[in-house]
T-cell receptor, first 112, second 114 residues
Framework: DAKTTQPPSMDCAEGRAANLPCNHSTISGNEYVYWYRQIHSQGPQYIIHGLKNNETNEMASLIITEDRKSSTLILPHATLRDTAVYYCIVRKRDTGRRALTFGSGTRLQVQP | EAQVTQNPRYLITVTGKKLTVTCSQNMNHEYMSWYRQDPGLGLRQIYYSMNVEVTDKGDVPEGYKVSRKEKRNFPLILESPSPNQTSLYFC?????????????FGSGTQLSVL
C-alpha cells in the first residue's frame, strides 16, 4: 500500500472548517484513500473513503486531486469533540487480510 | 446499536498467567481482526479472521492465539503473557465485499503485564 504524509498537528477554531491535507504521491490506480480518526485512546473511527471522485457524508467531505496524489479531509464546522488524531490511509480493495497501516496522523486541536 | 464490544477495558496481570480478551460484534460481519497500539509504532495487526473457523496471522502474531467458533465472537488469548505484550488492544470488524467496506473498532483494552 502507498505511503502517506500528513502534517503532525493543526489547530482550528470551533465552528470553522478544518481542512486536513494528505499526500500520497505513490498511490496506484486500485488504491482507495481512507480517513479514520482516534479520539484520545478510544478505538479508531471510520470517517470517509474514496477512489477518484470527491465524497461527502454526514461527517465530512473528501476532496481528491485529479492526479490522485493528494487529498483533503474537510470537517465543515469543527466542534471541540472533533479534537482527535486523524489518519489518512491508502489501501487496495483486496481479498486479503485488509490490514490498515496507521501512520503518525495529524493531531487536530479544535480551539474554543 | 451497532457496535464492537471488548472486555475488559483495563487489565493488569502478571507474567505467565493466561488471559483472554473478549470481542463481540452485533453487525453480522464476516471479517474480524485484532490490533495492538504502541507509542511510536502505531497500530499493528495481530490476527484476522475472514469467517467462522478461518483465521490467519497478521504482522505481529507471536505470543497470541485467536479462535472464531461463532461469527460474532473473536477472542484474543495470551497463553503466557510477557511484559512486552503490555499494550492497548483493539478489536475490529467489517462486512466483506461491500462497496463501502470499513472497519468498526471496539473501545480498546489496556493491558499491563507485570
Amino acid at each position: 500500500d502507498a505511503k502517506t504524509t500528513q502534517p503532525p498537528s493543526m489547530d482550528c477554531a470551533e465552528g470553522r472548517a478544518a481542512n486536513l491535507p494528505c499526500n500520497h504521491s505513490t498511490i496506484s490506480g486500485n488504491e482507495y484513500v481512507y480517513w479514520y480518526r482516534q479520539i484520545h485512546s478510544q478505538g479508531p473511527q471510520y470517517i470517509i473513503h474514496g477512489l477518484k471522485n470527491n465524497e461527502t457524508n454526514e461527517m465530512a467531505s473528501l476532496i481528491i486531486t485529479e492526479d490522485r496524489k493528494s487529498s483533503t479531509l474537510i470537517l465543515p464546522h469543527a466542534t471541540l469533540r472533533d479534537t482527535a488524531v486523524y489518519y489518512c490511509i491508502v489501501r487496495k480493495r483486496d481479498t486479503g487480510r485488509r490490514a490498515l497501516t496507521f501512520g503518525s496522523g495529524t493531531r487536530l486541536q479544535v480551539q474554543p | 446499536e451497532a457496535q464492537v464490544t471488548q472486555n475488559p477495558r483495563y487489565l493488569i496481570t502478571v507474567t505467565g498467567k493466561k488471559l483472554t480478551v473478549t470481542c463481540s460484534q452485533n453487525m453480522n460481519h464476516e471479517y474480524m481482526s485484532w490490533y495492538r497500539q504502541d507509542p511510536g509504532l502505531g497500530l499493528r495487526q495481530i490476527y484476522y479472521s475472514m469467517n467462522v473457523e478461518v483465521t490467519d496471522k497478521g504482522d505481529v502474531p507471536e505470543g497470541y492465539k485467536v479462535s472464531r467458533k461463532e461469527k460474532r465472537n473473536f477472542p484474543l488469548i495470551l497463553e503466557s503473557p510477557s511484559p512486552n505484550q503490555t499494550s492497548l488492544y483493539f478489536c475490529a470488524s467489517s462486512l466483506l465485499g461491500a462497496t463501502n467496506e470499513k472497519l468498526f473498532f471496539g473501545s480498546g483494552t489496556q493491558l499491563s503485564v507485570l
